[in-house]
């Protein structure tokens, strides 16, 4: 795929007055990474397919049309174009239980929180304890925890738990905040998106893809983690700019541009425009951090980072051309 931001943005642009989302998304949000997507991909998708057959994930009602929908061996190429094939398989498998386990905890707790602690409580002991699962979600867990461990030194596959464990707790805050008879702040979606976009869990896998590990000082240097955030941050916040649309349809209040409508009562397309701007401001952060911190990143430091700009990139284009965000194309850009 040869198309760049700039011949996107360049033509949508010549067509302002007749800009959907999408095109207005495209062009306002600054992009400076390119396009980039892995040789592995068509692999990574029929062992997805494999893989969620074995747990017997794809025959429960909608998840067949759902992963056509979400393309997850697509979102893990685009996000990890660098990998070898082996670690690619196990972010294209780690987004396709995400996207599974994200729907079913909103399925479960859209209404009533206190029911997806089953679910929840599951998982955490999976990941905290080695607990044997109990149901075909769990057991997939525990065979993605399996492979985690195989792939990754103890101490990454610690990290991935952790982290893992993180995006499990932030499901529940989402459902709670969902409960609420007013949107939250942008202050409390933001946090609660940090966790539930269930980012953070992949990069020790770009750790293990390393021919040397990251030493400790460079690993959790200050501008190592300030880096982190911005790339997560990023990366979510850009797909709920094409999400918006059929968030505000379905009634969810978790979403960046969401929350930036609500707050100032506007249309969705003035929010999305809100929205561009704190991302952008957080793209140019960790360009301006990345610059300055690249001088002192070992090789290893320097393919981790490149792991965090894969996320930024991936998730743009990705969600721009995923199915299951196709209203942001139709929707208007003028309200």
């Not at 068509?42 to 049309?65: N, R, Y």
């Not at 905040?177 to 953070?200: D, F, H, K, M, N």
């Not at 911005?230 to 978790?254: C, H, M, N, P, Y």
Request: charged share 20%.
């Amino acid at each position: 795929m040869s198309t760049t931001h700039e011949e996107i943005t360049a033509g949508a642009r010549g067509r302002t007055a007749a800009l959907g989302l999408r095109e207005l998304i495209d062009a306002r949000i600054h992009m400076p990474f390119p396009f980039r997507s892995s040789p592995h991909e068509s692999k990574a998708a029929a062992g997805v397919g494999e893989w969620l057959d074995a747990w017997g994930l794809t025959g429960e009602p909608g998840v067949a049309v759902m992963i056509s929908r979400t393309r997850p061996a697509q979102l893990a190429s685009y996000t990890s174009p660098t990998v070898d094939c082996d670690v690619l398989q196990i972010v294209a498998n780690q987004i396709a239980y995400q996207f599974v386990f994200d729907d079913r905890a909103e399925e479960l707790g859209r209404r009533r929180p206190d029911r997806l602690l089953p679910l929840l409580c599951e998982s955490i002991e999976i990941l905290r304890d080695g607990r044997r699962p109990t149901t075909a979600l769990g057991a997939a867990l525990a065979d993605l925890y399996r492979q985690v461990r195989e792939r990754c030194t103890p101490a990454q596959a610690a990290r991935w738990a952790s982290t893992s464990r993180e995006y499990v707790h932030g499901l529940l805050y989402e459902a709670v905040a969902q409960s609420r008879p007013s949107p939250p702040r942008i202050g409390l979606v933001t946090s609660i998106r940090s966790l539930t976009a269930g980012v953070e869990p992949f990069y020790p896998l770009y750790e293990a893809a390393q021919n040397r590990d990251l030493i400790p000082e460079e690993l959790h240097h200050p501008v190592m983690r300030r880096l982190r955030r911005l790339s997560v941050d990023a990366a979510v916040w850009t797909a709920d700019l094409f999400s918006a649309a059929k968030e505000q349809r379905t009634g969810e209040t978790i979403n960046l541009a969401l929350a930036h409508r609500y707050a100032r009562r506007c249309s969705l397309p003035a929010a999305v425009v809100s929205a561009v701007g704190q991302i952008n401001a957080a793209i140019r952060e960790f360009e301006q951090l990345h610059a300055e911190f690249a001088r002192q990143l070992s090789p290893s430091g320097t393919g981790y980072v490149e792991g965090m700009t894969g996320w930024i990139s991936g998730c743009y284009h990705w969600s721009r051309t995923v199915p299951r965000y196709a209203e942001a194309a139709a929707a208007p850009a003028l309200p």
